[in-house]
């Protein structure tokens, strides 16, 4: 999936790979909330930021909680994105209606814009 984004551009081109926790607050026998959210997250970026090609890698994981967890990781054009936070603050404030959002301290508001 990677090499299909990277295919076709040039080889300096820069990536920002941004990646976050997704916890539901219920159980859901399938992946319908995530996969549908992301695809509306690809939209909303495409629409403020203009990103055309976007990547993503997810990883549902559950363990001895009620629901479900996801492990996720966005590829993201580095020219049009550099500073993640504001990306982040968005994505956290969408997915509330869901559960909650963990994001890497790395991530946390380093880089404000």
């Known amino acids: 999936m990677l090499f299909r984004l990277m295919n076709g551009h040039r080889p300096q081109q820069l990536w920002l790979v941004v990646r976050f926790d997704l916890s539901l607050d219920e159980y859901s026998g399938d992946n319908r909330t995530i996969s549908t959210f992301i695809n509306r997250q690809k939209q909303r970026m495409f629409k403020k930021y203009g990103v055309k090609n976007i990547g993503h890698a997810w990883k549902r994981e559950r363990e001895t909680s009620k629901a479900q967890h996801y492990h996720v990781a ?8 550099q500073y993640p936070s504001k990306l982040l603050r968005q994505i956290k404030a969408k997915w509330f209606k869901h559960g909650r959002c963990w994001i890497p301290v790395d991530f946390r508001d380093n880089h404000r814009r």
Request: charged share 25%; proline share 0%.
């Open 74 to 81: 966005l590829f993201i054009d580095g020219n049009k994105i």
